[in-house]
């Protein structure tokens, strides 16, 4: 609240040029105005972003699970898979495009879907195999499988790290959207309206198409990290630090 | 130094936390110059809140200590006391010469100074060879050896030992009480110790200090008079048995729960 | 008396460097790899006509050689090769994504060793920092350009204030919790020394923090690359990785291509950032062998 207060404050004192930084009353009724459109595309950029996180996160989980189960796979892989979380995945989105067609939701999804994976992979697969091995010791003692030991152990002492990853995932889904409609996509697309609207330097709209960018991203982590609430109560590691 | 003075001096001193607990009670305790000195009590006796207050890491709710004359305040911004812990607390980034040259670094030591000083606690803890080793690469017992250099480096009065071989195994445990004593020697520090062992107690001091359970008072103070130099035959011997039961009694008197030992000695 | 260390320095460093040649082994079999399989389902695509995901033909999967070969034709007509441009444009990118790096890298840094120092100041600005975050900077990417250069900055310069933004919060956020992570023992044994507020920071904090630095340096480095080319497309910047892409794209059915091996310097020039903080954490840190990733 503070701080958006401060925003209205600064931009009148400093006389900062309207097309720069609108004052937050302006956005606003920009976002009245314009609510219809700006929520339509909002939607149709959510829908991208959620698609590919889906794909991206649950093709990582699975891949994760394949490679704890099969250790050898595993740490062969695991470089590879850092290494390919640094490489500027973004930088293929036009190639996307090409792909799946321009005005193809897909092909946002699919930047996406990559985005996501890679940090879901790591941070599952770091899960798995993090378990304390006198944890396993133990299920052993009970004559336990190594499925079972699976299953009652190792996915549970994931979740944590599982969720880490989600949620980092959940922000780049939509940032991943967004930015693959830069590189074009319809007009109905949000990153497409913001681009759009930036180029005519229709800053209140650009500004008000980023702000229900940004809302949407909260929504999205903030709905994982629920879910990580709802399932993970348990976990004693989870320390008192917001950013986690 | 006067060696009429005694090296810490606690009138009354008694703890209370936050929470409504209270720690010690009452506390009156000299410790002449070059004693070694245990304290011994059951959990949460306060033995180890009595060490910190010492070493001015906790301030008393009553009462007073001195240091080597001064109020513990002031001893410790004087640097007269080193303070070793159960964990040997090393930095791993520092190597074994830089972990025993911290507390010299922050005294602004030359480097000259340092290293002369450095190795001669090296020799004195006997890790010839491991000046550049770290942390990680060492046994607990060496590691322990580490932090015991360093708390002598800048060669304090008063050393300050919280359970130190609490964290190893018997055999090391023993062989440390040994090395500790020929320090303790070589070095002519005064020494308070905290320990939950009877017998590493009675082996290595020449007072024990028995304390009750909580609130902590002192409950009894026993004069070991085995003769110096302990050696390992010495825990043979009937007289170091004698001390340690009259040790442990003196804790069950105190109201620590001994009941099954006394039941056994009873028995036997 | 002494008991046999657990590990002698001198043995680690021969198994690190064959550890070191397994590593680029295992790199060029996983490269070598994907080539086959790439090439294998551009065969099996063209034979059977695949047309799910997408169309398999010469345009959307050229062949690796081509793509590799492109590097070596000349852009124009007589004039000098792919290679020599993408490297020009590399290194311009490369520039901006160093100083955003080397801006956000030092303003993280200075906010968590003020935020390590007053619990208020933390209580209050760490709500406002992770805020800041939310905004999807690669979103405003246009703006800043646009809104910057209107004020007379050059574009690189703007591309690289986004680049720091994207630095700042995981140097930040990972260095405070680097910062406050000494245990309380070791803070005892501080203030039995009388150490003074500096001392502590210096001796103890500091050279504690350097792991959580580290970890954030590699988020960093690859975040300040991705700014980097994100933020020259818009304004399609003609000097960086970023403007060569957009441009790549307008002509991609003629000259796929092209488009591709700009990727793969994309690419480079992300592992190479990655690289560079990789080898600097094994230089800088001597830490116990299971800290590292």
Redesign the interface.
């Known amino acids: 609240m503070l701080g958006i207060l401060a925003w209205q404050g600064l931009v009148a004192a400093f006389h900062v040029q309207e097309f720069l930084l609108p004052k937050p009353t302006v956005i606003a009724r920009t976002f009245w105005d314009e609510r219809g459109m700006l929520w339509d595309a909002g939607i149709y950029t959510f829908k991208e972003a959620l698609g590919g996180f889906a794909l991206g996160s649950g093709l990582g989980i699975i891949v994760a699970l394949l490679f704890a189960a099969y250790a050898p796979l595993g740490t062969a892989f695991m470089p590879f898979a850092v290494a390919a979380n640094a490489i500027p995945i973004i930088a293929f989105a036009p190639i996307m495009n090409d792909w799946f067609g321009l005005l193809n939701p897909f092909s946002k999804m699919a930047i996406a879907a990559v985005l996501c994976f890679f940090p879901v992979l790591i941070t599952t697969l770091r899960g798995l195999t993090s378990v304390d091995p006198r944890a396993i010791e133990l299920m052993r003692s009970y004559a336990a499988n190594r499925r079972t030991v699976f299953r009652r152990v190792r996915i549970p002492a994931s979740l944590p790290h599982m969720f880490a990853g989600l949620k980092i995932a959940s922000v780049l889904s939509m940032i991943g959207a967004i930015v693959g409609e830069y590189f074009g996509g319809p007009t109905t697309a949000l990153g497409v309206t913001i681009l759009n609207a930036s180029a005519y330097t229709n800053f209140p709209v650009a500004w008000a198409g980023i702000v229900l960018a940004s809302a949407f991203g909260i929504l999205f982590y903030s709905a994982v990290a629920l879910a990580e609430r709802l399932t993970t109560s348990w976990d004693p590691s989870r320390r008192d630090f917001r950013t986690e | 130094m006067n060696e009429s003075q005694p090296a810490v001096s606690i009138t009354g001193v008694s703890k209370q936390f936050k929470a409504g607990v209270t720690a010690l009670t009452g506390i009156d305790l000299d410790v002449r110059p070059r004693e070694f000195v245990s304290l011994i009590g059951p959990s949460g006796c306060g033995k180890s809140t009595l060490l910190?207050i010492i070493?001015d890491?906790i301030e008393p709710s009553e009462g007073t200590v001195e240091v080597n004359g001064k109020p513990a305040h002031r001893a410790?911004?004087?640097?007269d006391?080193?303070?070793v812990?159960q964990?040997a607390?090393l930095?791993?980034?520092?190597t074994v010469s830089k972990n025993i040259a911290?507390?010299l670094?922050?005294?602004k030591w030359s480097r000259e100074k340092r290293s002369a000083r450095v190795s001669e606690m090296i020799d004195l803890v006997?890790?010839?060879?491991?000046e550049?080793?770290?942390p990680?690469?060492?046994?607990g017992?060496?590691q322990q050896r580490v932090a015991i250099a360093r708390a002598l480096s800048f060669d304090p009065a008063l050393l300050l030992m919280d359970e130190p071989f609490g964290a190893l195994d018997e055999m090391?445990r023993e062989?440390m009480n040994l090395?500790l004593l020929r320090i303790w020697d070589a070095s002519g520090s005064t020494i308070v110790f905290v320990t939950h062992s009877i017998p590493e107690a009675v082996f290595l001091s020449t007072r024990v200090v028995v304390m009750s359970a909580r609130p902590g008072r002192v409950a009894a103070i026993v004069e070991v008079d085995l003769p110096q130099p302990r050696t390992g035959r010495t825990r043979e011997e009937p007289r170091f048995f004698e001390l340690v039961t009259e040790v442990r009694e003196r804790l069950a008197a105190g109201g620590a729960d001994l009941v099954g030992a006394e039941a056994e000695v009873e028995a036997s | 008396m002494a008991t046999i260390a657990i590990e002698q320095p001198r043995q680690r460093r021969s198994a690190d460097a064959a550890r070191g040649a397994k590593r680029v082994g295992l790199v060029l079999v996983g490269l070598a790899v994907f080539w086959g399989l790439w090439e294998a389902y551009r065969w099996i695509g063209e034979s059977l006509g695949i047309t799910w995901p997408f169309t398999v033909d010469e345009v959307n999967m050229p062949h690796i050689h081509e793509m590799l070969s492109a590097f070596t034709k000349p852009l124009q007509p007589g004039g000098p090769t792919l290679l020599h441009y993408e490297w020009h444009w590399a290194l311009f990118t490369a520039k901006e994504a160093v100083v955003g790096f080397l801006l956000g890298g030092a303003i993280g840094f200075g906010l968590a060793v003020l935020l390590a120092h007053s619990r208020i100041l933390r209580r209050g600005l760490l709500p406002y920092i992770v805020i800041s975050q939310t905004v999807p900077i690669l979103a405003v990417a246009p703006m800043v350009v646009v809104g910057l250069g209107s004020k007379g900055v050059e574009p690189w310069v703007s591309v690289s204030v986004i680049a720091a933004y994207l630095t700042f919060f995981p140097v930040a956020v990972n260095t405070l919790r680097g910062l406050l992570s000494p245990d309380p023992r070791s803070l005892e044994l501080m203030r039995s020394y009388a150490a003074g507020r500096n001392d502590v920071l210096w001796k103890l904090r500091l050279p504690a923090s350097l792991p959580f630095v580290f970890t954030a340096l590699k988020i960093s480095a690859t975040a300040c690359v991705i700014g980097a080319i994100i933020g020259e497309t818009p304004a399609s910047i003609q000097d960086g990785l970023g403007g060569a892409i957009v441009n790549f794209n307008q002509y991609y059915s003629t000259a796929p291509e092209r488009l591709w091996a700009t990727n793969i310097v994309c690419a480079v020039l992300g592992l190479v950032f990655f690289a560079i903080i990789v080898i600097a954490e094994r230089l800088v840190l001597r830490r116990a062998p299971e800290h590292f990733a």
């Open positions: 910190r070493g890491l410790r911004l004087d640097h006391y080193g303070i812990f964990e607390v930095y791993d980034w520092r911290l507390p670094e922050l005294l006997e890790l010839e060879g491991f550049d080793h770290h990680w690469q060492l046994s017992g060496m090391t062989r090395e």
